[in-house]
């Protein structure tokens, strides 16, 4: 054990006492690099919709949150120096420039407003009044503007003297203007009138100070800035037409002379711009902040002051550029005299930040930084193990444990435990009796009654960080991924710490190096690669649901190196990237990346909240982070807009609701906007074009300016949304409608006519088709008519002559045959004469019926058909029954179907008198959508397969069937059965 534990606290420099450090602030500064116009910034303006306007002088700079939009008299201004702007409307902000004229700008465009005598003045300022009259400061005088007019006002001094000349800056109280002159353009010191507006008459001027600035606040009234120090103007005497002053007290007073700039915020916080790069922010108690060039202010030669309608507070500097205070509640110390911190702690129940530094000094900032810090001085430079508990001041090294009773900082630091056993102490936990828990390599070592007793629970592995709730719980994350929880049996100090569960089964959080509890019970544990896990539990204290979070969800970086839990449920992420804090919006987790707002990035070694709900961080260069309670700003949630549109090269007007182009303007460029200047940096966005072939959000991005390429022809809704960093505002969206028309050849107008063309073209074929096939039917049935009428002649012939011929040669023939004569040749011969005759008559007969027209139907075959079966059956002994419809049907049929298949019929006749020996035939007759003839007879039968040599009967008859496209078949059923089928 060292002699004495060497004299720790070797010098109390002072108990009480200020240091040489300062504070800085988060301050973003905006120039001509990042497209600002020029650095010379003489105002600033922000209209309804939330874009700001920047006045230079050399010409106009519009922000939206995306970029500076910027103007010149090339496009359309008056002057390249502006001087001031006014909103007249939603969508047009009037531009007064340094000469005679008017500009507004609409859209992108700047236009020339034009009076109804073509007059103006200089205007240095537009004043509004409260009953919305517009009055103008300016070169030439002040001046009312009515009906599309300036109209000068009398401006006349106590002797008569018109003193209207140089007025630039103006408040209004009640019926009252205080206006000041510009002491730059009138070569006198800066002079105060006191103008009623209704009597449009001076009734006060200050003669014997000279003033430089006047403003209003709620609490101090009407305070103009002098050379004799700050006054607030005596507005009961005003109506007494006296101008009296009351000296506001020294804790309103710049301490410094020359204030040019007096600005009031919403939080009713007073702003004072002085000459020499300081600016003073008072609040009602005369509380006050100080802001220059040594804590982050870019410049100091001031030219005006803005709050935006999210809170944040805007500086323009003649030179300096733009200076932007956006998170005012943010704040951090780069080193504490030449020194860097090298750890912090604090914890709910303080109201106060311990910061360990690298000289192993100690020191303490209150949580609203007021009054001084207290010092010590050590020689343990122990970075990481460094805790206060009950009043005591404990340091840690490796292997020893130290402390120092707050009451005794001139004494000693004492040993409070040593240990061997470990291969290094980690981190330091007080728990809720008073005692700390030492994390480290193979136990968790519990130190009790100020060291007397010791206790180890095992872990046989490295444990960064535990976390010990309010019911003496422990939760410890082991580096092998086990997750322990253990109790804490505080009257038991032999068995200190004792086992509950043990979820390393269910353990999701894969390489945990940090812990801890929201205030809504839920688990948090950091790892080494993976991000953040969330576990929640059931009522059983069973974890039922995990979810990760990592840099895709919004994170700093995906290793954890710390995390502290307020009581307002917000989760501090201290990542190798920087510090994060959570919070849980209606269900919704937001993840504000704070160290990134403040432009560092740095890992963020760890963080805690105090009892004031103040975080402390600090980071791996030294640097110390000071996040206060943020302040919910109830301004309007940020419109958005389109600031740019271009098909092709052309730009368009981006402020039309709904845009029709031609098929050949088909390529666009449209930028959008969310205007928030809350680290816009930061504001992501996606989008969705409705009627393309792609109906999926695209991946969110900074990138605001969306690109279309070859766009085919159609209606289109293109959806932009907005995601606001931290969840400060819910997700908005924009509705950007526009078509594309067709070229003409595929216009629903071209593609009716050209429909209605080709129907007219189909309808003009197909009846000159069927007008063609229709003559060609007619000169068919013509040549039919004619054919059939030559067939009737012909029939009519050989029926009169060749008919009558045969029957001649059938008459001679019986004539001989009956003449008595014994030669049987002749008689044998003439016998043949007359059977030759007879069949001819026949078959002439036959023909004739097939020849003539007026047999051309159905019904006529099958009546002809019918009696010839009948007469031939009976002429050769064969009974013959026939079957057919009562009704038959007079379709047509022509001649040479009707022939062949009365002579199929006739050859299946000829074969059962021939070869059947049948004595009885059925001849049915069927009509459906065929014509189907059955002979049945009831003969011997027929045998297919022996057919007689040279017989042709049954070839023919199918031949002729098959030239019908019909279908002949023969069976044996009780005799011979023929069935012909012929279509109709």
């Not at 009234?221 to 109506?239: H, R, Y």
Request: charged content about 25%; proline content about 3%; glycine content about 8%.
């Amino acid at each position: 054990m060292r002699s004495k534990l060497i004299l720790l606290c070797t010098a109390l420099l002072c108990l009480i006492a200020a240091f040489g450090y300062s504070q800085r602030y988060p301050i973003v500064h905006y120039s001509p690099r990042e497209g600002l116009i020029n650095n010379r910034v003489k105002g600033i303006y922000q209209d309804s919709k939330g874009k700001l306007y920047f006045g230079t002088s050399s010409g106009l700079s519009i922000y939206d949150g995306t970029r500076f939009w910027n103007y010149t008299h090339e496009n359309g201004l008056a002057q390249d120096l502006v001087n001031d702007f006014l909103e007249m409307g939603n969508d047009s902000v009037w531009i007064a420039c340094n000469t005679s004229g008017l500009n507004y700008i609409t859209g992108n465009k700047i236009y020339t407003y034009r009076t109804s005598d073509g007059f103006y003045p200089v205007i240095n300022k537009f004043l509004k009044s409260s009953d919305s009259n517009l009055y103008i400061l300016s070169d030439d005088g002040l001046f009312f503007f009515s009906t599309n007019k300036f109209t000068k006002l009398p401006f006349i001094d106590e002797n008569g003297k018109d003193v209207g000349r140089f007025l630039y800056e103006g408040v209004e109280w009640n019926n009252y203007f205080i206006i000041l002159t510009d002491p730059h353009l009138t070569g006198m010191p800066s002079k105060l009138f006191v103008y009623d507006r209704v009597k449009q008459k001076i009734i006060s001027e200050e003669k014997n100070m000279v003033v430089y600035a006047a403003g209003k606040s709620p609490w101090l009234g009407l305070v103009i800035s002098t050379n004799k120090g700050m006054f607030s103007i005596d507005t009961a005497q005003l109506k007494n037409l006296k101008l009296q002053y009351k000296k506001l007290p020294d804790a309103f007073q710049s301490p410094r002379p020359n204030v040019s700039l007096l600005y009031t915020d919403r939080e009713k916080n007073f702003w004072i711009g002085t000459g020499d790069r300081l600016i003073i922010r008072l609040d009602s108690l005369g509380n006050r902040k100080e802001f220059t060039t040594s804590n982050g202010l870019n410049s100091g030669n001031f030219s005006s002051i803005l709050e935006d309608q999210e809170g944040s507070v805007w500086i323009t500097f003649i030179g300096g550029g733009i200076d932007k205070m956006v998170n005012r509640n943010i704040s951090f110390y780069e080193q504490f005299d030449n020194r860097k911190a090298r750890s912090i702690y604090t914890d709910q129940s303080m109201d106060s930040c311990y910061v360990f530094l690298e000289d192993g000094s100690i020191i303490t900032i209150p949580s609203d930084e007021s009054g001084k810090q207290t010092i010590l001085s050590t020689d343990k430079a122990i970075p990481g193990t460094f805790a206060a508990v009950n009043h005591t001041i404990i340091l840690g090294d490796a292997y020893h444990v130290y402390y120092l009773k707050k009451s005794r900082l001139k004494g000693e630091f004492r040993l409070a435990y040593s240990d061997s056993l470990e291969d290094s102490f980690g981190n330091i936990f007080p728990d809720p009796n008073g005692n700390y828990l030492l994390a480290g390599t193979g136990y968790i070592t519990a130190v009790t009654g100020g060291g007397k007793k010791v206790f180890r629970y095992p872990t046989r592995q490295f444990a960064d960080y535990l976390y010990i709730d309010s019911t003496n719980k422990v939760w410890v994350p082991l580096r092998d991924d086990r997750l322990l929880l253990l109790k804490i049996n505080p009257d038991n100090p032999s068995n200190y710490l004792e086992l509950v569960r043990n979820y390393t089964r269910t353990m999701q959080a894969k390489g945990p190096r940090s812990i801890t509890v929201g205030a809504d019970g839920a688990l948090w544990i950091g790892t080494r690669f993976n991000g953040l896990f969330r576990a929640d539990f059931d009522s059983s204290m069973n974890i039922k649901r995990w979810k990760q979070f990592t840099t895709r969800d919004g994170l700093s970086d995906n290793f954890i190196l710390h995390l502290s839990a307020d009581k307002q449920n917000n989760i501090w992420v201290s990542t190798s990237g920087g510090l994060d804090r959570i919070k849980n919006v209606n269900g919704q987790f937001k993840i504000e990346n704070l160290s990134k707002s403040v432009n560092i990035f740095e890992s963020v070694i760890k963080t805690m909240v105090d009892r004031n709900g103040v975080g402390w961080s600090y980071t791996g260069e030294g640097k110390v982070i000071r996040v206060g309670k943020s302040v919910d700003f109830p301004g309007p949630i940020p419109s958005m807009i389109v600031t740019e549109l271009k098909v092709g090269d052309i730009e368009m007007d981006p402020t039309q609701k709904e845009y029709s182009f031609s098929y050949k303007e088909n390529n666009f460029n449209i930028a959008v906007a969310a205007i928030s200047f809350y680290y816009e940096k930061q504001i992501k966005y996606s989008y969705l074009l409705e009627g393309s072939s792609n109906q999926n959000w695209s991946e969110p991005s900074n990138n605001s300016n969306f690109n279309f390429i070859n766009l085919l022809p159609g209606n289109y809704k293109l959806i932009v949304k907005a995601i606001y960093p931290a969840g400060r505002y819910p997700d908005q969206f924009l509705n950007f409608k526009f078509v594309v028309h067709p070229p003409w050849w595929q216009t629903w107008w071209f593609r009716a006519l050209a429909v209605i063309a080709i129907i007219s073209l189909v309808f003009f074929l197909v009846r000159s088709f069927f007008t063609r096939k229709l003559e060609l039917q007619r000169i068919n049935l013509e040549q039919q008519k004619a054919i059939e009428k030559e067939r009737t002649r012909i029939a009519t012939d050989m029926h009169d002559d060749l008919g009558a011929g045969l029957s001649r040669i059938k008459f001679l023939s019986e004539s001989m045959k009956l003449r008595k004569t014994d030669d049987s040749t002749l008689k044998q011969e003439l016998e043949k004469i007359t059977n030759y005759s007879v069949e001819m008559v026949e078959k002439m007969g036959e023909i004739v019926w097939a020849l003539n027209e007026k047999n051309d139907t159905i019904a006529d075959l099958i009546a002809f058909t019918r009696s010839y079966a009948t007469d031939y059956l009976s002429n050769n002994g064969v009974e013959c029954v026939v079957h057919a419809p009562d009704e038959l049907p007079q379709k047509y049929i022509d001649g040479e179907k009707r022939r062949n298949i009365f002579l199929a019929v006739k050859e299946c006749l000829h074969n059962v008198v021939k070869h059947a020996s049948a004595t009885k035939v059925d001849f049915r007759i069927y009509i459906n959508n065929h014509l189907e003839m059955e002979i049945q007879d009831n003969g011997k039968g027929i045998d297919l397969t022996q057919k007689r040599r040279f017989s042709n009967g049954i070839d023919n008859i199918k031949s002729r069937m098959a030239s019908l496209h019909g279908n002949a078949s023969f069976e044996n059923h009780n005799g011979t059965r023929v069935l012909l089928t012929i279509p109709l």
